[in-house]
């Protein structure tokens, strides 16, 4: 292992040790309400960054996986009466299971065409929870277990919250430095020439969607535990990928710090604004996201990273005057010499 890989996993462990000791310090419980928001959409940018940004298709109906996994944690535990952590895990599987039906279709589809099917299927989803009404409540929801119990509520889904971030940003690294992820951003540059080197494409965008839909359940579970209710026209809203798509964006996509960065910015900024402009603040926030999309494409860290490559450029290498014959340099010399 190298020693800038060594630096960026202890540099990562100690982060992760940090975050976890944050409620010791923040008693507040609104501000740790933020902070569990903060990290939940940090791990939904980051699950959908492993398609998104590594495999760059556009995919706007993640929310299918967060709401199968949010709905099944229910069921199961209400109608099936199993422990509410075991229900997590079957929300995980029900997701995976769509995963797997969803993606074997959509990822035959490019471009513009992938992105509505991902949207007509999780449209699909919600349509019908809508109208299995015996059985998901229809427009009028259902409670949802608790996973916690007691006066530390906050902070518990805080830490659950912020390890799940944890889980997806490891998971990220990964694809950033393995042989898979490369296969990824290969489909991502030129599909046609990924193929032709004989990377199959629709397989290594369906085993990238798995992990991203289990960590979009877990995510769910996770969410609709903490509100105490679920309602199909919010747990199955586009807004929902939308978000989990503008925070990779705006960090930057196809990075594994981007999502986190994203998550941080947005939610921290829509709290300000939600405080300070009341009425305004979604016309605030949505000229936000336009200016940063526009003006920064890359997202933060690309911004960040042009910036120091730019300085890179402009500051001379300690070989810079030998190289190019200045006075003192051997090759100067010798030529004087002549």
């Known amino acids: 292992m190298s020693g800038g890989r060594r630096r960026l996993y202890l540099g990562s462990l100690v982060a992760l040790l940090l975050l976890l000791l944050v409620p010791f310090g923040v008693q507040n419980s609104y501000y740790l309400q933020v902070l569990f928001r903060i990290f939940v959409f940090a791990a939904l940018g980051l699950a959908w960054n492993l398609v998104g940004g590594y495999a760059g298709q556009l995919s706007l ?109 490891a998971l990220n690294l990964w694809a950033d430095r393995s042989r898979f992820g490369y296969y990824l951003m290969a489909i991502r540059e030129d599909e046609d020439t990924a193929m032709a080197v004989g990377v199959n494409p629709a397989r290594t965008k369906l085993l990238a969607l798995l992990p991203s839909a289990a960590i979009t359940s877990l995510a769910g579970s996770l969410y609709a535990s903490s509100f105490h209710y679920i309602q199909a026209d919010y747990i199955f809203s586009i807004d929902i990928s939308n978000q989990a798509a503008i925070v990779a964006m705006l960090g930057g996509a196809g990075t594994a710090l981007g999502p986190v960065l994203g998550s941080v910015i947005l939610t921290t900024a829509s709290e300000l604004f939600k405080e300070v402009f009341q009425t305004a603040h979604l016309l605030i926030y949505g000229i936000l996201i336009i200016l940063v999309v526009l003006f920064l494409p890359g ?40």
Do not use: C, M
């Open 299 to 338: 997202g933060v860290i690309g911004f960040f990273g042009r910036r120091s490559r730019r300085r890179a450029q402009r500051e001379p290498g300690p070989f810079a005057g030998s190289l190019s014959g200045e006075e003192g340099s051997p090759r100067h010399s010798s030529s004087s010499s002549t």
């Open 61 to 169: 109906g993640h929310v299918a996986y967060f709401g199968v996994g949010a709905y099944a944690f229910t069921l199961l535990v209400r109608d099936l009466h199993w422990n509410p952590w075991w229900s997590v895990l079957g929300g995980v599987g029900f997701s995976v299971v769509a995963a797997l039906l969803i993606g074997s279709i959509t990822f035959r589809l490019r471009g513009p065409y992938f992105t509505l099917a991902t949207i007509a299927t999780a449209e699909i989803l919600r349509l019908l929870v809508l109208n299995l009404k015996d059985l998901t409540g229809g427009a009028v929801g259902l409670p949802t277990p608790a996973l916690f119990a007691g006066a530390s509520t906050d902070r518990a889904f805080y830490a659950a919250a912020v390890l799940l971030a944890a889980v997806a940003y």
